[in-house]
């Protein structure tokens, strides 16, 4: 168990809806990422935050956006929803956002779009 | 820009059998590298990382040296067991403006490890 915690664990739902995945980091760390793991895309990295700010933008499409609260769990939202955003979504946590900096998995959201 | 190869998959082995899973890297400066496994329906557990060059991680008999001569990190194992059986990523630290990271990975190697 890595401490980070993301909830739901699957979510079906159909294209043109939107929704909101959430994540709560291990305690003490202060930044959160977002990865996509997709078969034809691998892990790509989405965006971190760091202490409620963003912090870095990656391969994330407008129609997604993400935002950390004050207790720094994080929330991932998909919006206006296409068959090919299908894919498990992880959230990983670090102390900060030193390159050295382990970032520790949560277990994914497993998100299917009919 | 940075980017991550590992061979490709499937690896199937022997029970006991000698493992390498080849990764190399592309980078400027210089990351960290790390590996991580997923086990089937599970999310990512790191198993090693190493810093600095020269660096050895190490970790439930697996190892892994940062070469920045040859830019590699290939992971390996004495003797691999059934429960090994997982995907493995390697992966990089990318440090971006403001000092702050993102990890980039390669493409995963599953291994199957049979009795």
């Known amino acids: 168990d890595s401490g980070v915690t993301q909830t739901p664990k699957h979510l079906i739902t159909a294209t043109g809806q939107r929704v909101t995945l959430r994540c709560s980091p291990r305690s003490g760390d202060l930044s959160v990422y977002w990865y996509q793991q997709s078969l034809d895309q691998g892990l790509q990295f989405l965006i971190q935050?760091?202490?409620?700010?963003?912090?870095a933008k990656g391969n994330i499409l407008e129609r997604f956006s993400a935002q950390q609260f004050p207790d720094l769990h994080s929330e991932l939202n998909l919006s206006s929803l296409e068959l090919g955003d299908s894919a498990l979504y992880f959230c990983?946590?670090?102390?900060?956002?030193?390159?050295?900096?382990?970032?520790?998995f949560g277990p994914g959201t497993r998100l299917t779009v009919l | 820009g940075n980017s991550v190869t590992q061979m490709e998959g499937p690896v199937t082995l022997s029970e006991e059998a000698f493992l390498t899973i080849n990764c190399t890297y592309t980078a400027t400066g210089y990351p960290s590298l790390f590996w991580y496994v997923q086990y089937p329906g599970e999310g990512l557990q790191l198993l090693l990382k190493a810093t600095k060059a020269d660096d050895k991680g190490s970790n439930k008999g697996f190892e892994a040296t940062y070469r920045k001569e040859t830019t590699s990190f290939h992971l390996e194992k004495g003797s691999v067991q059934v429960s090994d059986s997982a995907v493995y990523f390697c992966?990089?630290?990318?440090?971006?403006?403001?000092?702050?990271?993102?990890?980039?990975f390669g493409a995963g190697t599953r291994l199957a490890v049979h009795p």
């Open positions: 992966a990089l630290s990318d440090r971006l403006s403001g000092g702050y990271n993102k990890l980039i």
């Open positions: 935050y760091y202490n409620g700010e963003e912090r």
């Open positions: 990983a946590s670090s102390v900060g956002g030193d390159p050295t900096d382990t970032q520790y």
